[in-house]
């Protein structure tokens, strides 16, 4: 069970990252030209339809319009890094919180974990769903782990017979002892 919380955890991560990665692609293509003339389109439209009357409309879709294309454009110009910071901001929290989780189920392994989330917070890296196969090995490592501790504890509780030779032979002594009877007549 823990397994499967963790592992949808992980996707709901890689998927979100997907997201962004792809939202931010495409506004880097668009050029600024077509971001500022989408973002203008988009306030205009959206000032249009929030106010009330002809010539306040079209003053107040005037002013968005501007404002939207310096925005539109703005965001254009910048998705890349823009994409990138919002892509470390979301390793760094809810990866945060994955590897927490998985400290606190008994899973922390430094290696992978630490590779998995260098290997988040790069730009292009990140596409690999690297929180996925994070906990994918820490789950293999810790099976592996029971798994060993089950067999170890398995060799531990084997029977051994030990056979006390001391109480078996109490009576019994050598030949040649010199306390048997015809050892003394002689």
């Given at each position: 069970?823990?397994?499967?919380?963790?592992?949808?955890?992980?996707?709901?991560?890689?998927?979100?990252?997907?997201?962004?990665?792809?939202?931010?692609?495409?506004?880097?293509?668009?050029?600024?030209?077509?971001?500022?003339?989408?973002?203008?389109?988009?306030?205009?439209?959206?000032?249009?339809?929030?106010s009330?009357?002809?010539?306040?409309?079209?003053?107040?879709?005037?002013?968005?319009?501007?404002?939207?294309?310096?925005?539109?454009?703005?965001?254009?110009?910048?998705?890349?890094?823009?994409?990138?910071?919002?892509?470390?901001?979301?390793?760094?929290?809810?990866?945060?919180?994955?590897?927490?989780?998985?400290?606190?189920?008994?899973?922390?392994?430094?290696?992978?974990?630490?590779?998995?989330?260098?290997g988040?917070?790069?730009?292009?890296?990140?596409?690999?769903?690297?929180?996925?196969?994070?906990?994918?090995?820490?789950?293999?490592?810790?099976?592996?782990?029971?798994?060993?501790?089950?067999?170890?504890?398995?060799?531990?509780?084997?029977?051994?017979?030990?056979?006390?030779?001391?109480?078996?032979f109490?009576?019994?002594?050598?030949?040649?002892?010199?306390?048997?009877?015809?050892?003394?007549?002689?």
């Open positions: 069970m823990r397994g499967f919380i963790l592992i949808g955890f992980a996707l709901l991560i890689d998927f979100i990252q997907g997201m962004f990665m792809l939202a931010f692609a495409v506004m880097q293509f668009i050029t600024p030209v077509g971001g500022g003339f989408t973002g203008a389109l988009a306030a205009g439209w959206y000032c249009w339809k929030t009330t009357g002809i010539i306040a409309g079209i003053s107040s879709a005037a002013s968005c319009f501007a404002a939207g294309g310096v925005v539109g454009a703005g965001v254009s110009a910048f998705a890349i890094p823009l994409g990138m910071g919002i892509d470390v901001v979301i390793s760094i929290t809810l990866g945060g919180a994955l590897i927490l989780a998985l400290g606190w189920m008994g899973m922390f392994y430094p290696g992978p974990i630490i590779s998995a989330f260098i988040e917070s790069l730009p292009l890296i990140d596409i690999i769903p690297g929180w996925t196969l994070l906990v994918w090995r820490c789950l293999s490592n810790k099976k592996a782990e029971e798994k060993a501790a089950k067999v170890q504890q398995q060799q531990n509780q084997t029977p051994t017979v030990v056979i006390n030779t001391a109480r078996a109490d009576g019994i002594r050598a030949a040649n002892d010199n306390q048997s009877s015809y050892a003394q007549a002689a």
